[in-house]
């Protein structure tokens, strides 16, 4: 808000500069930042810098001299700025009026909720596709960290003006998914007393598959189970899988998504690609494009998305010609015997995508696909012409704890910690501030014992609690007869401290977080912002506890600061909103406190 208010008065100013011919006409692109240090000012930019090369006459070249020239020509009609100051080879530091601060803190309780959001997205159109984990079993916490990524990314993405569809692409095609059938066929015959379960070197072995063949036999009823259960794999193979891929879905992927507040709008299987021909009409628009070909190709020097993709010794491969944008190697889009390989299904998902008419691709993957993005990007390339599309973000391991002690094993899964026993273990909230708290490409410590730590080193209750306390603080007010304030100019001047102003500051500086963050997929950023102004304000009302109270003897530095409570809180329930957390009303620590 303040930002893009200073930002037109210097676009203005560049006008006049152009008019005056100082400068060539535009466009600008006018970068501003807030100095780190108070004494530079409010914004500084670097504009003069980056244009002294287009200076007419004189000013060519010299931008601490173009920098002067545009502060004396400063076109600020409201009264925006108060002094613009020159520094080093040609910054231009800006100080504001005493009133912009605290006339902008009117806008933001105006606008209450909708405080953050904006149009930069302009209405474009943006799929988001998440977490996407095989349909094999449950979800453990890697999936975790990818759900809340995507989650965050889609509601950032929303928040900044852009119309999102959040997309969960379901795996229900090739080997895995082959392994989870024959693996619940076996405990079905366990189950339905028609012979020992006999499971291969490929299938899966934790507990919970037995919980899938004993749903199955409930669905089916006993009869028709131990009819299937007695014939061979073979006979009742796609059956078996389209319900164990289902029952998956239904039973353990979907309900602990929705225990943890995650939301989808579509759910698209890849089955639907082989089913409906999509695979071949994928390819056929990339021949027809000109990038397939039929080559033999070198063994592969890494590891490949599965082992249908490796190439045959001698034997012509249809590739996709990736090595045309850049690629190391082509890609092959079918194995020896035909069979479409896992990137060919991509490439199909993809082209569907884009046929859908979105504007930007963003895909949240786990880091081990690190690899795979560059030849999905050029075959999106190749059958779009859009470069680095989609936008990949890719996670980072979560090394799971308790005590600082790492966690290895599941109870059910017999190799891996289902996400559903830490939601169980530390709540939904929790789970999702230390999924976020850090970097997606870094990895995050999780300590199960911290999570639930009432304590300043637990970022969610750090925060939650910062939120509760300013409830309390208002609530406080109330019960001693004190009016919640509606706002007026004169009483907000009342917040003179530096630490009130700084306070302002951050909070007016949302809205450009959230535009950032979103642009950047970089959900970690709304978290830095909560726990740095919460932290803030902490010290702010601990250095003033005892000598400049919220609720004070001064009625209007009282009503000014109670503005101020409101502002910060609406402000973090926002925040706290875009990561999917609840800001509480009341926490029992924050209630012994004094306002």
Excluded at 70 to 84: M, T
Excluded at 134 to 145: A, D, E, F, I, K
Excluded at 385 to 396: A, H, N, S, W
Aim: with cysteine.
């Amino acid at each position: 808000m303040v930002k893009h208010l200073v930002e037109q008065v210097l676009a203005r100013t560049l006008d006049r500069c152009v008019a005056e011919g100082l400068l060539p006409p535009g466009p600008f692109e006018i970068g501003l930042e807030a100095p780190k240090q108070a004494a530079h000012g409010d914004f500084s930019s670097n504009i003069a810098m980056t244009l002294s090369r287009r200076a007419l006459g004189a000013l060519e070249g010299k931008p601490r001299d173009l920098a002067k020239a545009i502060a004396d020509r400063v076109v600020d009609p409201d009264g925006i700025v108060a002094k613009v100051e020159i520094a080093g080879p040609g910054f231009l530091n800006v100080r504001l009026s005493a009133d912009v601060w605290p006339r902008a803190l009117g806008e933001v309780l105006a606008q209450g909720a909708a405080f953050g959001t904006s149009n930069v997205g302009a209405g474009r159109r943006v799929m988001v596709e998440f977490v996407s984990a095989n349909p094999t079993g449950p979800m453990h916490v890697g999936h975790g960290r990818g759900a809340v990524v995507g989650d965050v990314c889609a509601s950032l993405l929303t928040a900044a003006g852009y119309q999102v569809v959040r997309e969960y692409y379901v795996n229900d095609a090739g080997r895995q998914v082959a392994a989870l059938a024959h693996s619940v066929y076996q405990r079905l015959r366990e189950h339905c007393g028609v012979g020992a379960a006999e499971l291969g070197p490929d299938d899966y072995p934790g507990a919970y598959v037995a919980d899938v063949a004993r749903a199955m036999a409930t669905e089916w009823g006993d009869a028709r189970a131990r009819s299937i259960a007695a014939q061979p794999f073979s006979e009742n193979a796609g059956l078996l899988q389209t319900t164990a891929v289902n029952l998956v879905l239904d039973t353990m992927i979907k309900p602990t998504l929705s225990h943890f507040g995650i939301r989808f709008d579509h759910w698209f299987f890849e089955s639907k690609l082989h089913r409906e021909h999509e695979v071949e009409r994928a390819i056929a628009e990339l021949d027809r494009r000109g990038f397939i070909a039929v080559e033999v190709l070198p063994p592969p020097k890494g590891m490949e998305p599965s082992v249908e993709e490796s190439a045959t010794p001698g034997v012509p491969l249809k590739i996709f010609k990736s090595t045309h944008f850049g690629d190391d190697a082509d890609r092959p889009l079918a194995n020896a015997a035909g069979v479409y390989t896992y990137f060919a299904g991509d490439v199909a998902y993809h082209w569907d995508k884009l046929q859908r008419g979105f504007d930007r691709l963003v895909n949240v993957w786990g880091a081990d696909h690190g690899g795979y993005v560059k030849r999905v990007q050029f075959a999106v390339e190749a059958l779009s012409g859009k470069k680095g599309q989609p936008e990949v973000v890719l996670t980072q391991m979560v090394n799971l704890l308790k005590d600082g002690v790492p966690l290895r094993m599941g109870k059910r899964s017999g190799n891996f910690v289902e996400l559903q026993e830490v939601i169980d273990e530390v709540g939904a909230d929790a789970a999702r501030i230390w999924f976020i708290q850090r970097r997606h490409d870094a990895a995050v410590d999780f300590d199960l014992a911290k999570a639930k730590e009432q304590s300043n080193d637990n970022p969610v209750f750090y925060v939650q609690y910062g939120h509760a306390r300013l409830a309390s603080i208002l609530r406080k007010a109330a019960e001693q007869g004190v009016a919640a304030p509606r706002f007026d100019l004169e009483t907000a001047r009342a917040l003179t401290l530096p630490e009130e102003t700084d306070l302002l500051k951050r909070i007016l500086a949302y809205p450009e977080l959230v535009a950032g963050a979103a642009t950047a997929l970089e959900p970690h950023r709304v978290v830095f912002f909560l726990t740095e102004t919460i932290g803030a304000f902490h010290s702010y009302y601990t250095k003033y506890k005892h000598t400049e109270r919220v609720i004070g003897p001064d009625a209007k530095k009282t009503a000014a600061r109670l503005l101020l409570c409101l502002a910060l809180k609406q402000v973090l329930a926002n925040a706290l909103a875009l990561c999917g957390v609840s800001a509480p009303e009341a926490m029992a620590r924050a209630e012994m406190e004094q306002a």
